[in-house]
């Protein structure tokens, strides 16, 4: 595929600009950041299936790289499942989002906040900030602010509260769910090309098969891949919206 160099260099510094990710963009790339060490690259999703949706490629890419990703689950999905209790729910989407975790080479923690009910107040703010901190974080990705689902809400304005109270020490990222249907006014600000990482993002959300990974697939996820692929001149893309500081240029020394 032939694209305009502008895009090419775009795509490029906005590989290089996550972490590490330089190292397959076309233009030439910074020193990989893996080769000094590995980072804690975390992501923070209000439900199973929220983080593999907005960030599945780029979670492969970095754990293929051999940096360390996490998922952050704020909930067990529990009310995600008609017929079934939340108990059931959950230990049937817990399975599921530690079988995505596995496909895609991350490690999955649970926050313990239940689907439907999420609480944002000062406690869960301390709570969360402590559980996110422990991770040690280099850099975050959470679930956009102007999202329709109050859970996811309340996600992303934990992850802010966090970030916050860390005094802004990681970069931080937003990604998008199901563009115009649940993330309201995304404005990316990034992009990583997962052409490469499109099948195994998608075996990620196969996986959940309570929430029918495959529509989620058909009807939102390669929608959102081909069209944001289309903005940067790849075959598929993730986006993301940069809030604060980016990461140093690649090579350079992790934050904090
Ligand atoms: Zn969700």
Not at 38 to 64: F, K, R, S
Not at 109 to 134: K, M, N
Request: a neutral charge; glycine letters at 10%; aromatic letters at 8%.
């Amino acid at each position: 595929m032939s694209f305009p160099r502008s895009r090419r260099a775009f795509v490029g510094q906005s590989l290089a600009g996550l972490a590490g990710l330089g190292a397959e963009a076309d233009t030439p790339p910074a020193p990989s950041v893996s080769a000094a060490r590995a980072w804690n690259v975390i992501c923070v999703g209000a439900h199973p299936d929220d983080p593999e949706t907005g960030c599945g490629g780029t979670l492969a890419a970095y754990a293929e790289l051999g940096h360390r990703a996490t998922i952050i689950y704020l909930t067990r999905g529990e009310r995600g499942i008609a017929g079934k209790s939340l108990e059931e729910a959950a230990a049937i989407r817990t399975a599921e989002a530690e079988q995505a975790c596995r496909i895609l080479g991350v490690r999955p923690v649970f926050a313990g906040q239940i689907d439907g009910a999420t609480e944002l107040s000062g406690p869960r703010a301390t709570q969360f900030a402590a559980l996110l901190e422990a991770e040690k974080p280099d850099v975050v990705f959470a679930q956009w602010p102007l999202d329709t689902h109050p859970d996811h809400q309340v996600a992303a304005q934990l992850v802010l509260r966090a970030w916050l109270a860390a005094h802004r020490r990681f970069p931080l990222y937003f990604f998008e769910v199901n563009t115009g249907h649940q993330s309201l006014g995304f404005a990316p600000t990034d992009y990583v090309d997962v052409t490469s990482r499109r099948e195994k993002k998608k075996a990620a959300l196969l996986a959940h098969r309570s929430q029918h990974g495959d529509e989620i697939v058909r009807q939102h996820v390669q929608l959102m891949e081909d069209f944001r692929g289309r903005e940067v001149g790849v075959a598929a893309a993730e986006a993301f919206s940069a809030l604060g500081h980016r990461l140093p240029p690649a090579g350079g020394a992790p934050p904090g």
